[in-house]
Every structure is written in structure tokens, then in C-alpha cells.
């Protein structure tokens, strides 16, 4: 079946540094999305990519899909204590979504 | 953005008893809803999808004697854990679809279940 893997399990980092989580199917996706879930929280749908290839960038977040549709990434620029969370890709081929394990962020202030 | 709640946000049974779920779409058709549980520090897990007037597909390895999943409405659909044990504690939550062609899915705030 479908496979969704994400790295790294875990990061913490200092509040300033970037941090970025990587994304990567077994399969070609149709789309790719990404979602955040603070602690205690329930996930967020944070973005949606479909286009080979493509860049979004939500403030300090950008958002990149790979050329094959196999992999994607999450880079956060300048983390600050309110990036805390865990964030998840769920990639989607036909009808089936499934989502990575996910990335837990720490940010130390 | 779209909108979807879901009763209760936590609930706790006493073991044997079976336990119901609801999930709704607040402004939006969901044609397609999803349930998921969550246990702590894990993924979300995609238990089943059910699909408006037709019966759920539920995933390998889900019961679904034991999770019943019902999807009467364009905008509400339930999910009942029967005759819940101890096991079954986690935190369910759904996710709902509309006719958006991005296909977005809009996530409840999640249902936290306690299996005494």
C-alpha cells in the first residue's frame, strides 16, 4: 500500500533557527497537504500542493512539492515559540489520503 | 474558512457500553467525510470513509462491527463505538470534504474518548 514518510521524527531548535521537514511517498501523489496540530490541539490544514514542482510560501512558511509528485517539504524560516507543534503531510493518490507520521517542532525561546 | 464541529469533545464509558460520535459540517456540503484516531504522539490514523447515502469503507484492520459509521445527511455523520473496552481509549476525529476542486479536508476538533 501507500506509503507516507516523514522526517525528521523530531527537532528541537533554538527560537531564530529554520527548521524544515521532509515528505516522501512510495507513490506519485495527485496533491500533497500539509497540517499543523499544537499540542493538545487537533490538526489544522495549513496548504495544499498540486502542481509538480511548485513553491508556496505562507509567510515564513514555504511550502515545496517535488518534480516527480513523490516528495515534499516544509521549511520554516526564523522559528519562533509559536511555531511549537507537530506537522503533518498527507499525501493523496486516487481517493486514499495518508498522512505522515509527523514532525514534532520544539522551539526554545 | 469551512467548519466542522464535533459532539462531544470528550466522553468517558464505562467498559461494554457503546459510545456515539458526531461530526458535522457547519457551512459547507461534505459529501465525503473521514474518521480518524489518534493515539498519543502517533499519526493520525484513517479508520474508515463514508461517503453521503452509501456504506463506509472502512480500512484494513478496522472492525466494522465495532466502529458503525453512519453518513445519513450531506452534513452529519456519526460514528458509534460499541460495546467500547479500554483499547479503544484514543482520540477520534473527523475530517470533512466538500466539493472544493482542491479537495480540502476540514478537520473537526476531535472527540477524546476514556474507556473506564
Known amino acids: 500500500g501507500q506509503q507516507v514518510m516523514q522526517i525528521p521524527q523530531y527537532q528541537h531548535v533554538q527560537e531564530g533557527e529554520d527548521f524544515t521537514t521532509y515528505c516522501n511517498s512510495s507513490?506519485?501523489?495527485?496533491?500533497i497537504q500539509w497540517y499543523k496540530q499544537r499540542p493538545g490541539g487537533h490538526p489544522v490544514f495549513l496548504i495544499q500542493?498540486?502542481?509538480?514542482?511548485e513553491v508556496k510560501k505562507q509567510k515564513r512558511l514555504t511550502f515545496q512539492f517535488g518534480e516527480a509528485k513523490k516528495n515534499s517539504s516544509l521549511h520554516i524560516t526564523a522559528t519562533q515559540t509559536t511555531d511549537v507543534g507537530t506537522y503533518f503531510c498527507?499525501?493523496?493518490?486516487?481517493?486514499?489520503?495518508?498522512f505522515g507520521k509527523g514532525t514534532m517542532l520544539l522551539v526554545s525561546p | 474558512g469551512a467548519v466542522v464541529s464535533q459532539h462531544p469533545s470528550r466522553v468517558i464509558c464505562k467498559s461494554g457500553t457503546s459510545v456515539k460520535i458526531e461530526c458535522r459540517s457547519l457551512?459547507?456540503?461534505?459529501?465525503?467525510m473521514f474518521w480518524y484516531r489518534q493515539f498519543p504522539k502517533q499519526s493520525l490514523m484513517l479508520m474508515a470513509t463514508?461517503?453521503?447515502?452509501?456504506?463506509?469503507?472502512?480500512e484494513q484492520g478496522v472492525e466494522k462491527d465495532k466502529f458503525l459509521i453512519n453518513h445519513a445527511s450531506l452534513t452529519l455523520s456519526t460514528l458509534t463505538v460499541t460495546s467500547a473496552h479500554p483499547e479503544d481509549s484514543s482520540f477520534y476525529i473527523c475530517?470533512?470534504?466538500?466539493?472544493?476542486?482542491?479537495?480540502?479536508?476540514?478537520f473537526g476538533p476531535g472527540t477524546r474518548l476514556l474507556v473506564l
Open positions: 507513490t506519485t501523489l495527485s496533491n
Open positions: 498527507a499525501g493523496r493518490r486516487y481517493s486514499t489520503l495518508t
Open positions: 463514508s461517503n453521503e447515502g452509501s456504506k463506509a469503507t472502512y
Open positions: 500542493l498540486v502542481k509538480s514542482g
Open positions: 457551512d459547507f456540503q461534505a459529501t465525503t
Open positions: 475530517s470533512a470534504r466538500d466539493k472544493d476542486p482542491r479537495e480540502t479536508q476540514y
